[in-house]
């Protein structure tokens, strides 16, 4: 396969570029344009080049709105309603994170809720932000429909990522981001376009009954982790930041891939805690004392521990792309 390497800024221009050109204020697109190349760095490919022709087309159709600015309102000492306005969710989530690294001072704890909003991208990048800070941070989202009530057939939910940071003494945050079904969606996609099966126990089909068809699949449900335990969280998810924000149910938004219909019009919740005050100051301590304990033992890692060296790879080498998807994205542009 032909590749193509591009520095991080050359890749950032160029996706900026090609929001523009698809009716994208300058400010947005810069913000969505980092996103996604950040998600592309990380390995997270879902969440990154492969988003940009949905988001144009999205961006051209007004599904999503790319000239509008998200807007802030502080209902409480500690919570801020924060409205994306259809809009992209990156500026929404940049004014949502600025304003609880300034609120937690003082309240030690702070929350955030989205409101109309979109897909996210790396959830992790967020609550990474957060914990650069010194602040614990965590993040729930909903999503368009995929899983179904434990025992239905018929899909409700979301696949509803979820993430988690920690801050670390003098070294990078740890940081968890997982969605709530068995797999990702892209790979049943990809098995029902290369007419491969699938491992049984990823999903249903239309009937409700497990299926290896991968064709049957992408026409049914996921399934979620820990099958009736995790049908249970998916639905807590939901409720946080769905019923919470007042946004769209999964079963009520539409997709994140097409430009059909009106915005998906989701929700997001973001919390921000301030370890020092409820640890007595010794949260760092414990913390390195809990890894330390896992870390002893032959074979264990921590979450995320490989991200270190491919954001240093992507910056010393540069981002290597297939010359098709170049193509692709000049033609965007």
Same mark, same amino acid.
């Given at each position: 396969?032909?590749?193509?390497?591009?520095?991080?800024?050359?890749?950032?221009?160029?996706?900026?570029?090609?929001?523009?050109?698809?009716?994208?204020?300058?400010?947005?697109?810069?913000?969505?344009?980092?996103?996604?190349?950040?998600?592309?760095?990380?390995?997270?490919?879902?969440h990154g080049l492969s988003r940009i022709a949905s988001y144009s087309a999205q961006a051209r159709?007004?599904?999503?709105?790319?000239?509008?600015?998200?807007?802030?309102?502080?209902?409480?000492?500690?919570?801020?309603?924060?409205?994306?306005?259809?809009?992209?969710?990156?500026?929404?989530?940049?004014?949502?994170?600025?304003?609880?690294?300034?609120?937690?001072?003082?309240?030690?704890?702070?929350?955030?809720?989205?409101?109309?909003?979109?897909?996210?991208?790396?959830?992790?990048?967020?609550?990474?932000?957060?914990?650069? @800070?010194?602040?614990?941070? !965590? &993040?729930?989202?909903? *999503?368009?429909?995929?899983? $179904?009530?434990?025992?239905? %057939?018929? +899909?409700?939910?979301?696949?509803?990522?979820?993430?988690?940071?920690?801050?670390? @003494?003098?070294?990078?945050? !740890? &940081?968890?981001?997982? *969605?709530?079904?068995?797999? $990702?969606?892209?790979?049943? %996609?990809? +098995?029902?376009?290369?007419?491969?099966?699938?491992?049984?126990?990823?999903?249903?089909?239309?009937?409700?009954?497990?299926?290896?068809?991968?064709?049957?699949?992408?026409?049914?449900?996921?399934?979620?982790?820990?099958?009736?335990?995790?049908?249970?969280?998916?639905?807590?998810?939901?409720?946080?930041?769905?019923?919470?924000?007042?946004?769209?149910?999964?079963?009520?938004?539409?997709?994140?891939?097409?430009?059909?219909?009106?915005?998906?019009?989701?929700?997001?919740?973001?919390?921000?805690?301030?370890?020092?005050?409820?640890?007595?100051?010794?949260?760092?301590?414990?913390?390195?004392?809990?890894?330390?304990?896992?870390?002893?033992?032959?074979?264990?890692?921590?979450?995320?521990?490989?991200?270190?060296?491919?954001?240093?790879?992507?910056?010393?080498?540069?981002?290597?792309?297939?010359?098709?998807?170049?193509?692709?994205?000049?033609?965007?542009?």
């Amino acid at each position: 396969m032909e590749t193509v390497t591009l520095s991080i800024d050359e890749l950032t221009e160029l996706v900026k570029a090609i929001l523009v050109a698809h009716n994208t204020s300058e400010a947005n697109a810069a913000e969505v344009a980092s996103a996604l190349v950040a998600a592309e760095i990380d390995g997270q490919r879902g969440h990154g080049l492969s988003r940009i022709a949905s988001y144009s087309a999205q961006a051209r159709s007004g599904k999503v709105n790319g000239q509008t600015e998200p807007s802030v309102d502080k209902t409480a000492l500690s919570l801020l309603r924060v409205d994306a306005n259809h809009g992209f969710a990156f500026p929404a989530f940049s004014r949502a994170i600025d304003e609880l690294m300034t609120t937690v001072k003082e309240t030690g704890v702070a929350m955030a809720a989205i409101t109309h909003s979109h897909h996210c991208g790396v959830m992790g990048h967020h609550v990474e932000r957060l914990a650069n @800070a010194g602040l614990i941070g !965590l &993040v729930f989202s909903n *999503s368009p429909k995929a899983i $179904a009530p434990w025992g239905g %057939k018929d +899909a409700v939910f979301g696949t509803n990522p979820i993430a988690f940071a920690v801050p670390r @003494a003098n070294q990078p945050p !740890l &940081v968890i981001d997982l *969605s709530l079904s068995k797999v $990702a969606r892209g790979k049943i %996609k990809v +098995a029902a376009e290369e007419g491969k099966p699938i491992p049984e126990g990823w999903a249903l089909g239309p009937d409700g009954q497990a299926t290896t068809d991968a064709k049957a699949a992408v026409s049914g449900t996921m399934l979620p982790m820990g099958d009736a335990k995790g049908a249970t969280l998916v639905l807590m998810v939901e409720i946080l930041s769905a019923a919470l924000t007042a946004s769209h149910f999964g079963f009520e938004a539409s997709s994140f891939f097409d430009a059909e219909g009106p915005s998906p019009d989701i929700g997001q919740l973001i919390i921000a805690i301030s370890p020092g005050p409820l640890s007595g100051g010794q949260f760092a301590e414990r913390l390195e004392t809990l890894f330390s304990a896992i870390l002893e033992q032959p074979g264990t890692r921590l979450p995320g521990s490989g991200k270190a060296a491919m954001r240093k790879k992507a910056e010393q080498d540069g981002i290597e792309i297939s010359r098709t998807v170049h193509e692709g994205l000049l033609k965007l542009r």
